[in-house]
């Protein structure tokens, strides 16, 4: 064959998923041991002088690393890092292969870690690959061009998925808000090299079969079968008009996940160089290695900016209730990070319990293979609690954090005392007024006082139920990063008697009618309303307005998309549980997917005082045994808490939960971040990519000319933006009309048919929050939400 394609570059290496293949731990210990294993096979190499010496193997995740650190000897470890000089091991500055889940404010510090770890030895990473997971948020991004990074090789699998830019095999930069860059080979599969034959096995994978047709050769005809697939793909690739002289492709040691490495490799490149080199050449080479054939041969490769949305986010809503807990675990961190400012204790060991355990979470397996085709297998309940049990540590780590940060500001680790004095702790650097709350464990108190210590204000103050006691409500403003000491005192019993003299209350005590003297009770079974909302429902109904009062807008849209109202979606198993989902694609649902709006059956006035008034609707809805959504509504503030009760059933059907968080604000802009990085939903990407459904680190903002609206996802980090139907796929042109469509919190779905959880069956509330506030930079308006996210830490201090 005559090509202008010369150079075939082998990236030799294992795909790292903790779990899938098995048991977390014996996929670590496997990982560990194949760099041991390359060690030993690289040194034996070049001691004899075999084709072994030109063994090249790439970690292509420094987790590995850190495990094969764990169990390896000094010697192990100074072989280890010689051969890393040498060039014949690669290493990559990627963690883990992550969803957008991933703490990237701690992944930052993890990176910079790796690179004093390697600098001790004279070594700096400048690369970085991922591999099967087909995005990565900007944070992680900026985490490594922030610590040196300069070229990230990507293997994208299409599987409910799709390459960004509309080709594959092709480089780009990728640039931040600062103008620094990443270079990135948008890659193939990373078994690309195993459909090609380059390991020779007479047993066709599905993805040869997929690229070049079935075929039935025998072993001694497997290097011919290379040379024949291999030919075949770089004529495509010229007849596509791919300009390099080179062909980029990764192998695995056998074709499967969590693969040994496979000397033989280096057998077959020599082999095949000694037939066929005079046509074309094939290089083992490590990252670094790959790096610097290609750089200088792409400078002129396309700049862009944004997100490269992971397709695979949608996996998380699987275990909706493990990731309730996993986000709680991050909140508590960043809590706790503001209080370090105070105390100025740092305990590194808890951090790092956190940080390693919250990565860990956030790799983006979840489950074994078998999750959804055979639920009941042990090894699947096994790879499902390990997984949470990542989240639960992570959690641990970050509550144990938290009470010695505030022990050091001045918890007494009591709540006891009918009165006493409490300190509220703001985390926020912005100066803002902020709900306070705490709980006294008592049966009774049946009044309170509560005085600022420095201002000597009283405080308006609610008494409501508590699991434990009773819960104490007031608000206070505070400058930013302020403490403040309020003492509260038990007060007399008010008294209970009903004023009589005049139509307002009848002996049932059921206050129906309208009047003067008490001209809120009355409204409350029809609907809510402050000096900044007003919400009206009726049951049958349902939800009939959500107006905004300081814009005089409607923000309540109608159908499925009504506000405070939850959405359960089926599709009905037809082919079995693995092929229904298999077939929708890239969609979420089959083309006969059902949609159920919940049916407004009851409300429930569950407080009413001067500082909120919380009520629950409660809503029949398909797939649920329970579904109700309880509003507090602030008396003083523009600022609205509600969560969604559910008790969620068990089905084998494709199915989705979602509440509805689409405005009337068509001006609005919709702004969420992406790994601690702003960015407006289908504009802020690169073209080419997911722009179904986004994970949001706290929610989202609707930025008009007038206003700002915050909107607080607390416990559930999917958003689903567009019509509620299967549809033709439009992948993103960052057209301004992509910002303007409907938005769904996607709590959870059993979508996919491998590793993620069929089973969603559970009790649970989602929390969500919407506030007003006045309209300042993106920048701060981001901010004013993770303040929102992060609230005030509030304690008994004495």
């Known amino acids: 064959m005559t090509h202008k394609i010369r150079e075939v570059y082998i990236v030799h290496h294992s795909h790292t998923d903790v779990g899938y293949t098995d048991l977390q731990e014996q996929v670590i210990y496997n990982q560990a041991n194949n760099i041991r294993r390359a060690v030993e096979l690289i040194e034996n190499g070049i001691k004899n002088n075999t084709t072994q010496k030109d063994l090249k193997w790439n970690c292509e995740t420094w987790y590995c690393v850190e495990q094969f650190f764990k169990m390896a000897t000094e010697e192990e470890k100074e072989k280890f890092f010689d051969l890393v000089k040498k060039g014949n091991i690669g290493l990559s500055a990627n963690y883990l292969n992550f969803n957008d889940l991933a703490d990237c404010k701690y992944l930052k510090e993890k990176i910079h870690t790796i690179q004093e770890i390697c600098g001790e030895k004279g070594i700096q990473i400048k690369t970085a690959m991922i591999a099967d997971i087909n995005g990565i948020s900007m944070g992680q991004r900026d985490a490594l061009i922030e610590n040196g990074v300069e070229f990230l090789y990507t293997n994208i699998h299409t599987h409910h998925g799709m390459y960004p830019l509309y080709q594959n095999q092709k480089p780009y930069f990728w640039e931040n808000e600062n103008g620094q860059r990443l270079l990135v080979w948008n890659g193939e599969h990373y078994n690309l090299g195993n459909a090609l034959g380059i390991v020779l096995n007479k047993n066709v994978n599905f993805m040869t079969e997929n690229y070049f047709g079935k075929k039935n050769g025998d072993v001694t005809g497997l290097l011919e079968n290379l040379h024949t697939n291999l030919a075949a793909s770089i004529k495509e690739y ?42 074309v050449t094939m290089h083992m080479v490590t990252l670094q290695e790959l790096y610097d054939k290609i750089r200088d041969k792409v400078q002129d490769a396309p700049v862009y900016r944004g997100a490269i949305n992971d397709w695979w986010g949608n996996g998380v809503g699987s275990t909706p209730y493990a990731v309730k807990h996993y986000k709680e675990a991050v909140r508590l961190n960043h809590i706790c990070d503001r209080l370090e400012e105070k105390t100025g204790v740092h305990n590194e060991e808890l951090i790092q319990a956190y940080g390693d355990n919250s990565l860990l979470y956030a790799e983006h397996t979840w489950g074994h293979s078998a999750t959804v085709t055979n639920p009941y297998d042990t090894m699947v309940t096994n790879l499902d609690m390990r997984k949470n049990s990542y989240a639960s540590k992570a959690h641990e780590a970050a509550a144990m954090r938290k ?7 001045g918890d007494i680790l009591r709540y006891y005392n009918l009165s006493g004095k409490v300190k509220a702790v703001s985390t926020s650097h912005q100066k803002r007024v902020f709900p306070v709350e705490f709980y006294v464990e008592t049966l009774s108190l049946s009044a309170v006082k509560v005085t600022d210590d420095k201002t000597k204000q009283e405080m308006e103050v609610q008494l409501s139920a508590h699991p434990r006691g009773v819960l104490i409500s007031f608000l206070a403003e505070f400058e930013p990063m302020e403490e403040k000491t309020f003492t509260y005192e038990e007060q007399p019993a008010p008294s209970q008697t009903l004023f009589t003299r005049t139509a307002w209350v009848g002996a049932e005590r059921v206050r129906d009618i309208v009047n003067t003297y008490d001209p809120e009770s009355y409204k409350l079974p029809y ?38 109202t939850p959405v359960y979606e089926r599709t009905e198993i037809r082919k079995g549980v693995y092929a229904e989902r298999s077939l929708i694609g890239r969609n979420i649902r089959g083309l006969h997917a059902e949609q159920y709006q919940g049916d407004l059956t009851d409300v429930k006035i569950l407080d009413h005082g001067p500082v909120f008034t919380k009520v629950e609707l409660i809503f029949t809805l398909e797939g649920t045994y329970h579904s109700s959504i309880v509003i ?24 989705s939960l979602y509440l509805p968080l689409s405005l009337n604000l068509p001006d609005a802009e919709v702004m969420i971040q992406n790994g601690g990085v702003t960015m407006r939903p289908g504009i802020d990407q690169l073209p080419g990519t997911n722009m179904e459904y986004y994970i949001a680190d706290e929610g989202l903002v609707y930025r008009t000319k007038d206003q700002t609206i915050l909107v607080n996802t607390f416990d559930t980090p999917l958003l689903y933006m567009g019509e509620m139907e299967s549809h033709p796929i439009l992948l993103c042109d960052n057209k301004e009309e992509n910002n303007k469509r409907p938005v769904y919190s996607w709590i959870m779905n059993n979508t996919w048919e491998t590793n993620f959880k069929m089973d969603l069956s559970g009790f649970s509330e989602f929390r969500y929050g919407v506030e007003i506030v006045e309209q300042g930079t993106a920048e701060k308006d981001m901010e004013s939400l993770s303040d929102n996210d992060k609230g005030v830490v509030t304690f008994i201090c004495g």
């Open 238 to 279: 010229e007849e596509n008009g791919y300009p390099y002289d080179f062909y980029i492709t990764s192998v695995s040691g056998v074709f499967s996940d969590n693969a040994p490495i496979n000397p033989a490799i280096a057998d077959t490149v020599a082999l095949f160089n000694e037939k066929y080199g005079e046509e």
């Open 403 to 409: 009470n010695e940060q505030c022990h050091k500001l």
């Open 527 to 564: 609907g809510l309303e402050n000096d900044f909302f007003q919400i009206k429902w009726k049951v049958g109904e349902g939800i009939t307005s959500f107006y905004n009062k300081k814009a005089e807008v409607e923000m309540c849209k109608s159908g499925l998309e009504t506000f405070f």
């Open 632 to 655: 507090k509504m602030y008396r003083h503030l523009p600022k609205i808490e509600f969560s969604y009760r559910v008790a969620k059933t068990l089905s084998e059907d494709i199915e």
